[in-house]
């Protein structure tokens, strides 16, 4: 009886213990999360901003790393998201050329989808483009005129924000700043998108640029003190709210609730702010 209890002891170590499908909780505990779209798009528009300051691949490898992620992971999104951007590639064209960039620089697999991708989105618009000059009438003359515009591109980078599309926003707003460089509330939206990929110091920027354009942008100043906010930076996200409230008190109660400040709300300073003004 005892030698077949023992048998059985070693049957169920053997289905429990020994089995090489074992989970290691260790390692599991020590695996990253998978990014999320939005936290993948923040990363690629990182790599764009490494590659123009003409960090190296080794570099840029080095980036990947301290962000929990690496090139062959990027490399897999990019080819899933590219049938997205695809479908629309005169919205994604500065995107095809930041692409082409980073292909250049980068070696492996991410360097041969992101130039692979860069030229699909190059081809897929001169397609496009031939399809509109062999069979235009007059109103798709007229629809070709309305592409021109800054007001649809503006519309089509508020429509891709408000579905989580914060690259493709940015490529729309880039488009409409094209052709209307003093567009601010497109510097402002595209300063949204850019906080919403945590480019802080890029959004940061864009807001600047609608400030200069209109210096009554309180909008632009609240948004700056969000991005302050979110950075733990106590005075500038005040000077900044201060001047948004002078504009518009009703930032005021905005800021009370808005969960961009939750990071400094607990500050001494912040709160003592809040209830003076």
């Known amino acids: 009886m005892l030698s077949l209890l ?21 390692e599991v505990k020590n695996t990253p999360p998978e990014p999320s779209d939005g936290e993948y798009e923040g990363i690629l528009m990182g790599l764009f901003e490494q590659v123009a300051a003409g960090t190296t691949t080794g570099g840029l490898r080095g980036w990947l790393y301290s962000r929990h992620c690496d090139d062959k992971k990027l490399a897999r999104w990019l080819e899933v998201k590219s049938e997205e951007w695809l479908q629309y590639p005169e919205d994604y064209q500065t995107l095809g050329r930041d692409l082409a960039a980073l292909g250049k620089v980068m070696t492996g697999n991410l360097g041969e989808v992101s130039q692979r991708i860069s030229l699909q989105l190059r081809d897929a618009v001169r397609d ?37 599309d914060f690259i493709g926003a940015i490529a729309s707003y880039d488009r409409a700043l094209e052709i209307k460089p003093d567009l601010h509330e497109a510097w402002n939206n595209r300063g949204i998108a850019l906080r919403n990929l945590r480019r802080f110091e890029q959004a940061i920027a864009s807001y600047d640029q609608a400030i200069k354009i209109n210096s009554n942008d309180a909008d632009a100043y609240y948004n700056k003190a969000c991005c302050y906010g979110l950075q733990n930076n106590v005075e500038l996200a005040i000077e900044n709210l201060q001047r948004a409230i002078n504009l518009d008190v009703e930032y005021q109660d905005m800021a009370k609730t808005d969960k961009d400040f939750d990071q400094i709300r607990g500050d001494e300073r912040f709160q003592s702010f809040l209830n003076r003004v």
């Open 6 to 26: 023992k048998k059985l002891w070693n049957w169920l170590k053997s289905l429990f213990i020994a089995s090489p499908k074992a989970i290691n909780p260790k």
């Open 128 to 164: 496009v483009s031939g399809v509109e000059e062999e069979n235009l009438g007059p109103k798709e003359t007229d629809l070709t005129e309305v592409v021109q515009d800054a007001a649809f591109w503006f519309e089509q980078g508020y429509q891709k924000a408000i579905n989580g």
